[in-house]
């Protein structure tokens, strides 16, 4: 993956994961939140101890990603938090923990059609290694509050699982990926049955009961049309027949597409 491709898919990672985030905070606070990424690649300075949290996804997308809160923006949300009825955030983050789970919940449904079931564990970090993580900066913005920032930091492991096209590849794309001749090695041992076609006739019924020894099929090939090569009832090679010690044979003359191919599809 070229680092352009890494930043696209990163930040549309981020982009999905912060209209779920803004839903889930304005559902629990009661009040509209909106998260913005920013187009700026570095995050904004913040004043006293921000509150951070780890998701760790399990699945086909595995790998952590942090989200890092504005002391400030945690305090406006426990006060819109608890004018609701609900516990106070407090120093342990519980409530926003909460509010997380339930943003990266319905996350995790959009990402089921590129990765399958993902699963995700969040608990707040009190002292994380983010120096070497992709940052994304993102703006959090309430009803009755300024902007104040929020960062993302995603490690390397969620980056190299993540694919370029992220919620946009299709499935004729998807199988037309290149295969992994590395699992192909794993059968290059394997014994195929391998046939050749020298034509095809349709017949009714009748004239087939009606076969005995001596009947000549007429085949819709012409004596000097190539044979074909099938595997597995695909068409791989076209030739002419040839005598090998007394058997026959196919001297090939055409590879129809690359035969790697057929064991990837």
């Known amino acids: 993956m070229t680092n352009y491709d890494r930043q696209t898919a990163t930040r549309r990672f981020a982009q999905g994961f912060t209209e779920a985030l803004a839903g889930s905070l304005t559902g629990a ?11 700026n690649t570095e995050p904004s300075a913040q004043s ?11 699945g086909l997308l595995r790998g952590e990603f942090f989200l890092e809160f504005h002391h ?20 342990d983050g519980q409530t926003l923990r909460s509010v997380l789970s339930s943003a990266m919940n319905m996350f995790s449904s959009s990402l089921v059609a590129d990765y399958g079931t993902v699963t995700c564990k969040v ?9 070497g993580m992709f940052a994304i900066p993102l703006a959090a913005e309430g009803p009755d509050s300024p902007s104040m920032p929020v960062t993302c930091y995603l490690n390397g492991k969620l980056i ?18 290149p295969f992994d001749p590395v699992n192909l090695n794993l059968v290059l041992d394997v014994e195929l049955s391998m046939s050749l076609r020298f034509g095809v006739r349709q017949l009714p019924l009748r ?20 044979v074909e090569l099938l595997l597995d009832g695909r068409v791989i090679a076209r030739g002419e ?15 129809t597409e690359p035969i790697a191919s057929n ?3």
């Open 160 to 177: 190299e699982s993540l694919s370029p096209n992220l919620g946009t590849k299709t499935s004729t794309e998807a199988e037309a990926a």
């Open 72 to 91: 400030e923006l945690v305090k406006l949300l426990a006060s819109a938090i608890r004018n609701l009825g609900a516990q106070p955030i407090g120093d």
């Open 263 to 265: 064991f990837v599809r």
């Open 207 to 226: 004239e087939v009961l009606e076969l005995a020894s001596g009947s000549v099929v007429e085949l819709d090939r012409q004596v000097d049309d190539p």
């Open 123 to 131: 608990e707040q970090v009190l002292s994380p290694a983010l120096k």
């Open 48 to 58: 006293g101890s921000p509150i951070v949290f780890r998701l760790a996804l399990e």
């Open 241 to 255: 027949a040839v005598i090998v010690d007394g058997n026959y044979g196919l001297r090939v003359t055409e590879i």
């Open 29 to 39: 606070a009661g009040q509209p939140w909106k998260l913005t990424v920013l187009e």
